[in-house]
């Protein structure tokens, strides 16, 4: 015998919860103060926080899947939005143009 039971959406507001790994703050609170950090534990911190360093760590570490999926349907889009045409020239653009002029100026385009 097979039963078709059909579901529906519900939503259920929850109340905000935070969830540690010890019973008590002050328990994390013994805990840490048990670890007897060197004094250079702070610095060495810093240094993993440094924004070029974690910049640098993000660069290593590539897209995840929700930016390559946001990518690929950015590019899907752009190619439906001129389908059975050819796209704008940026010849005519004065943004472009401009952009250009500053590119010459600053010597960006040097080799």
């Not at 259920?12 to 004094?39: C, G, H, M, N």
Request: charged share 25%; net charge negative; aromatic share 12%.
């Amino acid at each position: 015998m097979n039963v078709v039971q059909p579901l529906g959406r519900d939503t259920v507001a929850l109340e905000q919860a935070f969830i540690y790994p010890w019973p008590t703050k002050e328990r994390f609170k013994e805990e840490f103060l048990q670890l007897q950090l060197s004094p250079d534990a702070y610095a060495i911190g810093q240094e993993r926080l440094d924004p070029a360093a974690l910049y640098d760590r993000l660069m290593d570490v590539g897209r995840d899947g929700s930016e390559v999926y946001s990518y690929t349907v950015q590019q899907q889009a752009e190619q439906s939005y001129y389908q059975g045409q050819l796209p704008p020239l940026n010849i005519f653009n004065p943004v472009a143009w401009a952009k250009f002029i500053d590119a010459v100026r600053n010597g960006s385009l040097k080799r």
